[in-house]
């Protein structure tokens, strides 16, 4: 089993939709939890940490379910610019190493 | 300050040819990783550097070596390559030793295609 799971897409929608979704992690003592945003043969960049308590950077809500094990990140008011793959990504306790999901791809149409 | 940088930025080989891939970072960070991306597949460790002086295997070490020269800078070898190390190889570097902190940055990557 993968350490973390993401539903790969694509997810096409309009500007100015919502989307949302999820990805699922193995190792259930894990802590640190993250969103990376990829661009299209670019490198990974860190689009926001997830707190327990859930958290919003502007259009972006990440959501952590330690019961279920899952991580959402929802984007609202979509815009073309967006567009990118998502990557879940978790670090499990008293390790340096991360672990990555292999992305979500989102493409946002005009 | 440019972050992360990585040399080349593209390499064709041959199989059983060797080559270095090179990384350097000017943010003062301690830990330094490589790894690749396959299509499907997500970035997956190779080795890792948690400080100057000490490497580490990742999940795919095989086929490769790593040297830490000094804090900035961490290499990455092939002695020799396959065609199954054709791949996006990036370079990152952190500050932390785990937890909420550890965000990594990256480096623009080396597209590397073993013929």
């Known amino acids: 089993r993968k350490e973390v799971e993401q539903d790969p897409g694509p997810f096409n929608v309009p500007e100015g939709a919502t989307v949302a979704f999820n990805c699922t992690y193995s190792n259930s003592a894990s802590q640190s939890f993250f969103w990376y945003r990829q661009d299209c043969r670019k490198e990974p960049k860190l689009l926001m940490s997830v707190y327990s308590s859930g958290n919003e950077d502007g259009r972006f809500t990440a959501q952590l379910n330690r019961a279920s094990q899952y991580i959402s990140l929802l984007i609202r008011d979509s815009k073309l610019s967006d567009s990118a793959t998502y990557l879940c990504?978790?670090?499990?306790?008293?390790?340096?190493?991360?672990?990555f999901g292999a992305g979500t791809t989102v493409t946002v149409r005009a | 300050n440019a972050g992360v940088t990585q040399t080349p930025k593209f390499q064709v080989l041959k199989t059983g040819q060797s080559m270095t891939l090179q990384c350097a970072q000017d943010?003062?960070?301690?830990?330094m990783y490589w790894y690749r991306q396959d299509p499907g597949m997500g970035l997956r460790l190779i080795y890792y550097s948690a400080s100057e002086g000490t490497t580490d295997k990742g999940e795919v070490p095989n086929g490769y070596n790593v040297s830490r020269l000094n804090k900035r800078e961490f290499s990455l070898r092939l002695e020799s390559a396959a065609p199954s190390q054709t791949s996006v190889y990036f370079c990152?570097?952190?500050?932390?030793?785990?937890?909420?902190?550890?965000?990594?940055?990256f480096g623009p990557g080396t597209r590397l295609t073993v013929l």
């Open positions: 943010m003062n960070h301690n830990s």
């Open positions: 990504v978790v670090n499990p306790p008293d390790d340096y190493k991360l672990s």
């Open positions: 990152a570097s952190s500050d932390a030793s785990g937890g909420a902190d550890n965000e990594q940055f």
